[in-house]
């Protein structure tokens, strides 16, 4: 997608380094970081430079070639992609990633390990990108059915950043916006803040903006007046790991607007690849759940007069905080799982079927 006007992926391989754009300095200035180790590409993944299922997963995979790089002893490559495991816990695409690219290489002799870690984690980025273009074709059906007896403009609201600077491109709950709008949709999306990381303020209307996408931010709580107000037509999130039984870990907050819209009769859909879905878990307590530092909480940043990015703390120094960063969304209140396949029940019978699971 574009970034003034020029198109770029979250992350690529450039002369022997893995490019990616610093999120945490989003969205107001735009860097673009050279990962050379895969000591770098862990710190990326863990202080959020890149960030979102997807992305963290690509990330992960070029991390094995980066550690490749570096030495090509089995024992470095396995300890390294432990560490790259447990660089974040939730999204389960990092394990997910780090697990193909080693099933890949086992058996593959020194000589070509590189050059087959490399097309791997190539092909692990190039099918999210088409799946997450899939979802947009799959969830713009269910946009053009709201429309068809709208005929006016839809309103989504979105949490978090689940745009295509969480992911390789697209994203998943924006590609059906992206495509519903190309298509000449009238589109305009509530943008959920998002506290304490503010992807929401910082990386969605960042990114909608780049491509002219009508948008507003609100503050995380506004959502349920809004939906009270008929103001909501739907809501997209993305998803860190959904269970088979088609519960949806998701950014904090996500719960309670699954909740409002419940009982507003909003539809609560969710986007996601193939890769986010937990076939291994069945119960929400076994989720692993990340809590954060909670500096990001008692802490903001932003720029001052002269355009450089400040941090400051806002509560009273004595208090205490609680950053914990992902909440679980019970099957029953999703409307619908949009993948790349298409849109099924979050349900484990549904989720079975469309990907041919026993
Ligand atoms: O903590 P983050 O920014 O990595 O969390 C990201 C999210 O929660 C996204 O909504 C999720 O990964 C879906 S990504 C397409």
């Known amino acids: 997608m574009r970034i003034e006007g020029k198109e770029y992926r979250t992350i690529w391989y450039e002369n022997d380094v893995?490019?990616?754009?610093?999120?945490?300095?989003?969205?107001?200035?735009?860097?673009i970081k050279e990962l050379k180790t895969v000591r770098d590409a862990i710190n990326a993944i863990?202080?959020?430079?890149?960030?979102?299922?997807?992305?963290?997963?690509?990330?992960?995979?070029?991390?094995?070639?980066?550690?490749?790089?570096e030495n090509n002893d089995q024992e470095f490559i396995k300890k390294n992609a432990e560490n790259l495991i447990q660089s974040r816990p939730t999204a389960i695409n990092l394990k997910w990633a780090v697990n193909r690219m080693m099933k890949k290489l086992s058996g593959i002799n020194n000589d070509q390990i590189l050059d087959v870690a490399l097309k791997e984690a190539k092909e692990i980025c190039n099918e999210d990108e088409k799946f997450c273009e899939n979802i947009g074709l799959n969830g713009?059906?269910?946009?053009?059915?709201?429309?068809?007896?709208?005929?006016?403009?839809?309103?989504?609201?979105?949490?978090?950043?689940?745009?295509?600077?969480?992911?390789?491109?697209?994203?998943?709950?924006?590609?059906?916006?992206?495509?519903?709008?190309?298509k000449g949709i009238p589109v305009h999306v509530w943008v959920d803040e998002t506290r304490p990381r503010n992807q929401g303020a910082n990386l969605t209307s960042y990114e909608l903006n780049e491509e002219e996408i009508p948008n507003t931010i609100i503050a995380d709580n506004t959502g349920g007046i809004l939906m009270q107000r008929g103001e909501i037509d739907m809501c997209i999130v993305g998803t860190d790991r959904t269970l088979s039984t088609g519960d949806v870990c998701n950014k904090i907050g996500t719960y309670l607007k699954a909740l409002a819209a419940y009982d507003n009769n909003v539809p609560f859909y969710v986007a996601l690849p193939s890769s986010t879905i937990d076939w291994n878990i069945k119960d929400i307590k076994d989720i692993p759940i990340e809590e954060r530092n909670s500096e990001e909480l008692s802490h903001v940043e932003g720029v001052d007069e002269n355009n450089e990015i400040k941090k400051v703390l806002v509560y009273p120094k004595k208090s205490k905080a609680m950053n914990i960063a992902f909440d679980v969304t019970p099957a029953k209140y999703v409307t619908g799982l949009i993948t790349e396949k298409g849109i099924c029940e979050a349900s484990q019978s549904a989720l079975k079927k469309m990907f041919n699971k026993k």
């Open 18 to 31: 893995v490019k990616i754009i610093d999120q945490t300095k989003l969205p107001h200035k735009f860097i």
């Open 46 to 69: 863990k202080i959020m430079e890149v960030r979102g299922a997807p992305l963290i997963g690509g990330t992960a995979a070029y991390g094995i070639v980066l550690a490749i790089q």
């Open 140 to 182: 713009l059906k269910i946009i053009e059915e709201i429309y068809s007896k709208k005929k006016n403009t839809i309103n989504i609201l979105t949490h978090c950043n689940a745009g295509w600077l969480a992911t390789i491109n697209w994203g998943t709950a924006t590609s059906p916006i992206y495509h519903a709008y190309k």
